[in-house]
């Protein structure tokens, strides 16, 4: 098939929050014949596209400079790029016309599209079958957040709220098929659509783990230590990280004095930086390879109050045998299509997560590594099953096209 995978980010590195993408392209790649079309930001060079060159037919990349600075200026950006209908000269629309005129050229049999941020672009190609990657819906995420942020931001989040909800609606009426990351991301926006008449086909295409990557070197579990990973300017992170710094670890330290939490992940906020000034919490920034902090884990500890998606950083934590503390949010998103969930010790509160890592810790290294996490993720996480969901989805989509075009 011949396939047109639109992305809001470019797949490359593996730490650019888009490596979904890349492990799809690399499996679809063995069927169909795949031109790329990204957004990209300010950091992107040429060594990212030649480590998506064996797999793909073409690239085309249009620049954009979102996704940086503080919280309004992105904010901004972001409400601005949204359009319901061809027009204007934003990174999507100069996408779309891309799009537009390979169609124009070329026999493309469907397109493969993710990001809110990309919507506008769907209008230039109105004909061709789609298959929509939801992978979170972010309207959930942004509801979420409003809970736990400051009222200056939440008249700019409400807006947000607002447009991914319409973005959403939008695609369920136009694609042949949604995807989600997460039964639970799934749940959320059928819960929305189906308020306003739509029943859309969905699937649920669960991120993979590289297992062979992704495997402990040390025979026995850290003590003392608590380890958090992601990318730190991702408010939920910050939020989660904070609250681990600020509510959770005090409690963790009246037991176990010299008990350590690592925050670790590139990005890390001014505020989450002051606040990693306090005892027996490092906050490292960019590392080559959160690897051997894993290694050297107790626990993993993942109290995100909101958010959506699957929290890649926790099967990472499974793959590598550590235990893992995490909020309902987090377990919940690690559900499986079938319904079958995480083994991870759940925790609501920042007392209830404090006493649970206690626990863990009395346990010291001696109990070893978890077995049953890895297990998990061996089974429900493989990138090759994924891909085989996608491939399903879009030949359903060639042979059975949606109903609606995107509105204009």
Known sequence: MQLLYVTNGFPYPLTSGYLRHYFLIRELSERHSITLLSIVGATHDESHVAALAPYTERILTVSSASGSGSFLPKARDRLSGFSFGAGGDGPAQRL??????????????????????????????????????????????????????????????SLQYVEFKRVERELARRASSLLFSSARDRDALLDDVRRHGLEPRTAVVPNGVDIDYWKRRSPSLGEGRVVFTGKMDYPPNEDAALLLIREVMPIVRRSFPGAELLVVGRDPTDRLCRAGQAPGVTVTGFVDDVRPYLDGAGVFAAPLRFGAGIQNKVLEAMAMEVPVVASPLAADGLRTGRGETPPIVVARSADHVAGRIVERLALGGGAGPDRAARAYVEEHFVWSESARIVDDALTCAVSVPAAEPVRR
């Open 96 to 157: 779309g016309r891309i799009a537009a005129d390979l169609v124009r050229r070329e026999r493309f049999e469907a397109i493969l599209f993710s990001g809110k941020r990309t919507f506008p672009a769907l209008a230039y190609v109105p004909d061709l079958p789609l298959v929509a990657d939801i992978c979170d819906t972010a309207s959930a995420r942004v509801r979420g957040s409003m809970r736990f942020s400051s009222p200056l931001r939440v008249p700019v989040l």
